[in-house]
T-cell receptor
Framework: NAGVTQTPKFQVLKTGQSMTLQCAQD?????MSWYRQDPGMGLRLIHY???????DQGEVPNGYNVSRSTTEDFPLRLLSAAPSQTSVYFC???????????FGPGTRLTVL | RKEVEQDPGPFNVPEGATVAFNCTYS??????FFWYRQDCRKEPKLLMS???SGNEDGRFTAQLNRASQYISLLIRDSKLSDSATYLC??????????FGTGTSLTVIP
């Protein structure tokens, strides 16, 4: 099993550009989530999904969109990148909402 | 008020020492609790779940006090390899995980 995979590992964007961060898991987990991690702020939940076709907002959803068309994939879209979105983004999955979460290796995003 | 609060440290301890981290959570309805470990520039990885009765895994002991809404982690006989950031987590019934900002530990030879 590959576990949770994320692409790309690193990305530099200019303000106003859009992009999609990819996340996939092969553990047949129903629950998937996206976090951002900033110095001194810890991990903050952006969006999450409890199953295919179902998504919900977390603590810091503004500026991000998600969709969940399959159990395996949970992409995160930045609609119009801003410097405040410079961060490390982690995708995670778990069997259920409050079970152990398994994290991907992260995407380091810089917005200039 | 943050959902989960931790002392950021840093904690610098000699090898072989015992060190304890505490964390408080604000939502009394939180259902599940965990300690995660995060190495520099890596993803968080589960260290251990925290059960109401307390639980131990080798040199690591986790405790939960629901009345006071705090979680603790005790590391005995610290190793150099224990140097990392330790994240406290509370999960609620709304399928949301709340992470503390982490406590930095450096074990010194």
């Amino acid at each position: 099993n590959a576990g949770v995979t994320q692409t790309p590992k690193f990305q530099v964007l200019k303000t106003g550009q859009s992009m999609t961060l990819q996340c996939a898991q092969d553990m047949n987990h129903e629950y998937m989530s996206w976090y951002r991690q900033d110095p001194g702020m810890g991990l903050r939940l952006i969006h999450y999904s409890v199953g295919a076709g179902i998504t919900d907002q977390g603590e810091v959803p503004n500026g991000y969109n998600v969709s969940r068309s399959t159990t395996e994939d949970f992409p995160l879209r930045l609609l119009s990148a801003a410097p405040s979105q410079t961060s490390v983004y982690f995708c995670a999955s778990s069997y259920a909402g409050f079970n152990t979460q398994y994290f991907g290796p992260g995407t380091r995003l810089t917005v200039l | 008020r943050k959902e989960v609060e931790q002392d950021p440290g840093p904690f610098n301890v000699p090898e072989g020492a015992t060190v304890a981290f505490n964390c408080t959570y604000s939502n009394s309805a939180s259902q599940s609790f965990f300690w995660y470990r995060q190495d520099c520039r890596k993803e968080p990885k589960l260290l251990m779940s925290v059960y109401s009765s307390g639980n131990e895994d080798g040199r690591f002991t986790a405790q939960l006090n629901r009345a006071s809404q705090y979680i603790s982690l005790l590391i005995r006989d610290s190793k150099l390899s224990d140097s990392a950031t330790y994240l406290c987590v509370a999960a609620n019934t709304g399928n949301q995980f709340y992470f503390g900002t982490g406590t930095s530990l450096t074990v010194i030879p």
